[in-house]
């Protein structure tokens, strides 16, 4: 295990690997974004970024097909794009038209070009596409008291967000709209966050949720298009986040009591859901 000096002064909400796996970037409430060289273990900083004018939630690496970018979005109402250079960092675009903090981010699969998703306390989610060297952003209202999180199906053309109202819904692009389908009510609490699985070739798609309740259900959707919970666990506490391996068979789970639990579905138990041992993971 590596530990970094990130030297934020305050909460750090975020950490994210790039694609490559040889560097990282850190979200804090000190308002600022730092990017470090991981490779080979190395802990080298190698940047500070100032934008925002208050606590920084979550920050996202594009696809390096788009070049070196990152995406950020905090308290502040803002969205920033970075983009490096050889000059170095700097803003790329800037959104500033949700009118509360914007919490959740989320960058579409490559397919889908340059194309971020973002989660307000508004109530509203945004799209922003940038194309032919120019932005269009497409803003509509999501979930009563505020969406919490979103993230992309691999298809690209879904997401699914969680929100206050306790509800997960799936949006997907139709007529060239975002249509929502509201899955079942299974939380008695806000929804934390939510995670589409990866899919490496299934015949079908995965989501997982969490909540403040401490509740984590896994999603499946059927052949027909619907959507069955096929497995919720309490954990006791609040459950923070969720998220898929890259391979989306396993499912990490952090919770309010500092602990990170990992989670597969069993091939010779009926599909049940089982914790997987620390010491089983490589």
Avoid at 133 to 143: G, L, R
Avoid at 190 to 212: K, M
Wanted: with cysteine; proline share 3%; charged share 20%.
């Amino acid at each position: 295990m590596t530990t970094i000096d990130t030297q934020h002064t305050d909460i750090i909400h975020d950490v994210q690997i790039d694609f490559y796996g040889k560097r990282l970037a850190t979200a804090s409430s000190d308002r600022t974004i730092r990017i470090f060289n991981v490779e080979n273990r190395a802990q080298a900083p190698l940047a500070e970024l100032r934008g925002h004018e208050g606590p920084v939630w979550q920050v996202a690496w594009a696809h390096p097909k788009h070049g070196s970018m990152l995406a950020s979005c905090g308290y502040d109402r803002k969205v920033i794009i970075w983009q490096e250079s050889e000059a170095g960092w700097s803003i790329f675009h800037t959104y500033e038209k949700h009118e509360l903090s914007v919490n959740s981010i989320a960058w579409a699969p490559v397919e889908q070009g340059l194309t971020l998703a973002c989660a307000s306390s508004d109530s509203s989610v945004s799209v922003l596409s940038f194309k032919e060297n120019n932005w269009t952003e497409t803003k509509f209202s999501a979930h009563r008291f505020g969406v919490t999180s979103i993230s992309w199906a691999d298809s690209g053309n879904r997401f699914v967000t969680g929100g206050c109202d306790k509800t997960v819904t799936i949006w997907t692009f139709n007529d060239a709209k975002w249509e929502p389908k509201q899955l079942k009510s299974v939380h008695q609490g806000w929804v934390r966050d939510v995670a589409w699985a990866p899919n490496i070739g299934l015949p079908y798609d995965t989501i997982a949720s969490c909540s403040q309740d401490g509740t984590v259900a896994i999603w499946r959707e059927t052949q027909n298009n619907q959507w069955e919970v096929i497995h919720t666990k309490n954990e006791g506490e609040v459950v923070w986040r969720v998220s898929w391996s890259t391979t989306g068979n396993i499912l990490a789970v952090t919770s309010g009591d500092n602990k990170v639990t990992l989670y597969t579905e069993s091939l010779n138990k009926g599909g049940e859901w089982t914790e997987v041992p620390m010491n089983e993971v490589n």
